[in-house]
Nanobody, 126 residues
Framework: QVQLVESGGGLVQAGGSLRLSCAAS????????MGWFRQAPGKDREFVAS????????YYADSVKGRFTVSRDNSKNIVYLQMNSLAPEDTAVYYC???????????????????WGQGTQVTVSS
């Protein structure tokens, strides 16, 4: 069965960095785009970043562009989210997700994704 397990969240001061990891199993990882989403308390889940099935194509929400970097290692079945210059408004539970479309390039809408991890909490203090 498909499993996505996030790790790397935690508490960090504003301006700091964190790297999230998402270990995938149960499907052919290298043939699906992957995405990162986040949900802050009282807010809807929002798109953060996506990466194409082979990795050269990435896409970011405007709110994180220039600060976050998504990457993947298809030999290890892991997708990463490097987060720099973190701000309190980045505080949220971060989720990785698998695109439902094989050989996909980009997925922004949550409806494009069919499996989700359990999430990892990121808290940025001011």
């Amino acid at each position: 069965q498909v499993q996505l397990v996030e790790s790397g969240g935690g508490l960090v001061q504003a301006g700091g960095s964190l790297r999230l990891s998402c270990a995938a199993s149960g499907f052919t990882f290298s043939t699906y785009a992957m995405g990162w989403f986040r949900q802050a308390p009282g807010k809807d889940r929002e798109f953060v970043a996506s990466i194409s099935f082979r990795g050269p194509d990435t896409y970011y929400a405007d709110s994180v562009k220039g600060r976050f970097t998504v990457s993947r290692d298809n030999s290890k079945n892991i997708v990463y989210l490097q987060m720099n210059s973190l701000a309190p408004e980045d505080t949220a539970v971060y989720y990785c997700a698998k695109d439902r479309r094989i050989l996909s390039i980009r997925g922004i809408a949550s409806e494009n994704y069919d499996y989700w991890g359990q999430g990892t909490q990121v808290t940025v203090s001011s």
